[in-house]
């Protein structure tokens, strides 16, 4: 029979095993494997018959002594080394019951995703350390709507209650004023450390001082490669398998995929459910987060499910 290694590919299960406040542990490959001396998150390869969370169960306990309590999954990323293509399947360990020990005489590191100070890291993690910097909430703001004083008001609140990810999204908004907008939340943002994104659909210039833009998903299709570089995020609006599979060829920072649930600001839009979205993000590579009728409380079920965290226009009145 034909397997999965027999075409040169190796699944392995990979954990981001995450601290309340934040940091994740990193481990120094030992002596005598490949690529010994970089370093990775813990995990090892799947062997035939295990699910990728018993693989990675098993490896936690060999080589850190610790047990899985509670795991979400969360992005899927293939590479190829030299000797092989590898299939990551990551994982967010969130609980687990022991103390972390280097129980193959590695090294062990906990850092923060803005600040990880251990080098060299193995070539396929570069996206991954990229991802985790990306905050839980999504906020996109709705001042055309809410009236610019109300929307600055309730940015500030969010930014009170810890969100980090703000996308502007007024599509219709007089240029004057929405670049007075985009100032004032551009500075209220960067006081906390959180970043601003302009939809690729307004009309604020690349120069307006935000931290990357947000393609609307026809924008996305229209693309051969991603229009950002550098530092500057890039996000896309996703609603179907083409669409996703785009947004990963262009090697975009993250998607959002909606509509989840039925949401007033897309009345006319028939909700896909949280079944079809798990499956449509079943092993994607990218974070995504779950758009449509989103509540503060269903960031659980959104990362039960694999997504990387919720976005919310309406919910993030009630953060
Ligand atoms: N554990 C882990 N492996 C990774 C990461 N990134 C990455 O490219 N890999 C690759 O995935 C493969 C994992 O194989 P491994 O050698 O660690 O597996 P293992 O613990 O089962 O070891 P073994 O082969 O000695 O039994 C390696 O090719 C490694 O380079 C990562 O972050 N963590």
């Keep these: 029979m034909m397997t999965r290694e027999s075409f040169g590919i190796v699944d392995v299960a990979a954990a981001v095993i995450m601290q309340p406040d934040g940091r994740f542990l990193l481990t120094c490959r030992p002596e005598g494997k490949p690529y010994a001396g970089y370093w990775e998150f813990p995990g090892g390869k799947i062997e035939p018959g295990e699910s990728p969370l018993h693989a990675l169960d098993r490896e936690l306990q060999?080589?850190?002594?610790?047990?899985?309590?509670?795991?979400?999954?969360?992005?899927?990323?293939?590479?190829?080394?030299?000797?092989?293509?590898?299939?990551?399947?990551?994982?967010?360990?969130?609980?687990?019951?022991?103390?972390?020990?280097a129980r193959e005489h590695q090294q062990l590191a906990w850092q923060r995703p803005d600040q990880v100070t251990v080098s060299p890291m193995l070539p396929a993690n570069a996206p991954v350390l990229r991802a985790l910097i990306l905050p839980p909430v999504y906020a996109i703001t709705r001042a055309t709507e809410l009236g610019v004083p109300a929307a600055l008001q309730q940015i500030e609140l969010a930014l009170q209650h810890g969100v980090r990810l703000i996308q502007i999204r007024e599509k219709t908004m007089e240029k004057d004023v929405l670049q007075a907008f985009a100032e004032k939340i551009i500075s209220l943002a960067h006081g906390t450390g959180a970043y601003v994104l302009r939809n690729s659909d307004t009309i604020l210039p690349d120069t307006c001082g935000t931290d990357g833009i947000h393609l609307t998903a026809p924008q996305l299709m229209a693309l051969s490669s991603r229009p950002t570089s550098g530092d500057n995020w890039c996000g896309a609006s996703c609603h179907n398998s083409e669409e996703l599979y785009q947004a990963s060829l262009i090697g975009?920072?993250?998607?959002?995929?909606?509509?989840?649930?039925?949401?007033?600001?897309?009345?006319?839009?028939?909700?896909?459910?949280?079944?079809?979205?798990?499956?449509?993000?079943?092993?994607?590579?990218?974070?995504?987060?779950?758009?449509?009728?989103?509540?503060?409380?269903?960031?659980?079920?959104?990362?039960?499910?694999?997504?990387?965290?919720?976005?919310?226009?309406?919910?993030?009145?009630?953060?």
Excluded at 273 to 287: E, T
């Design 252 to 319: 975009v920072d993250f998607v959002v995929l909606g509509p989840v649930l039925q949401t007033s600001s897309h009345a006319d839009a028939t909700p896909m459910g949280w079944r079809k979205f798990a499956d449509l993000i079943r092993d994607y590579p990218l974070p995504v987060y779950a758009l449509g009728g989103m509540e503060p409380d269903d960031q659980a079920i959104a990362r039960e499910l694999g997504a990387h965290g919720v976005a919310m226009i309406r919910g993030t009145s009630r953060l």
């Design 62 to 101: 060999e080589e850190l002594g610790i047990q899985i309590l509670h795991a979400e999954p969360w992005i899927t990323r293939n590479f190829t080394y030299s000797h092989a293509t590898v299939c990551l399947h990551f994982f967010r360990v969130i609980r687990w019951q022991g103390m972390p020990q």
